[in-house]
Nanobody, 121 residues
Framework: VQLQASGGGLVQAGGSLRLSCAASTRIFSSYAMGWFRQAPGKEREFLAA??????KYGDSVIGRFTISRDNARNTVYLQMNSLKAEDTAVYYC?????????????????WGQGTLVTVSS
């Protein structure tokens, strides 16, 4: 499975961005999809996961970020609102052949290349 993340960029604090991740698989609906981020000098952080209609979020983004998927387009999205300077990082999408909502990087088998989000204060 190949994953292609897009939608990153520069945004002011308080603004919004929507990230997209397109997957190259015919059975996209059977994959759990997740979003992570990694800031310089920090560990990769879990943000959100979705499997079928179930979702899970990391504590730092609850109420601000929303994960969704469009199985017809083989795409998962991350809507990010009320962005803060500390949200600046490279954002990665990941896929796992699972019916659950994995929240650790080790559980995911496939990774996209990352897209940079920069939030200016």
């Amino acid at each position: 499975v190949q994953l292609q993340a897009s939608g990153g960029g520069l945004v002011q604090a308080g603004g919004s961005l929507r990230l997209s991740c397109a997957a190259s698989t015919r059975i996209f609906s059977s994959y759990a999809m997740g979003w992570f981020r990694q800031a310089p000098g920090k560990e990769r952080e879990f943000l959100a996961a979705i499997a079928f209609s179930s979702t899970k979020y990391g504590d730092s983004v609850i109420g601000r970020f929303t994960i969704s998927r469009d199985n017809a387009r083989n795409t998962v999205y991350l809507q990010m609102n009320s962005l803060k300077a500390e949200d600046t990082a490279v954002y990665y999408c990941a896929a796992d052949r699972s019916w659950t909502t994995p929240s650790t990087a080790e559980e995911y088998d496939y990774w996209g290349q990352g897209t940079l989000v920069t939030v200016s204060s």
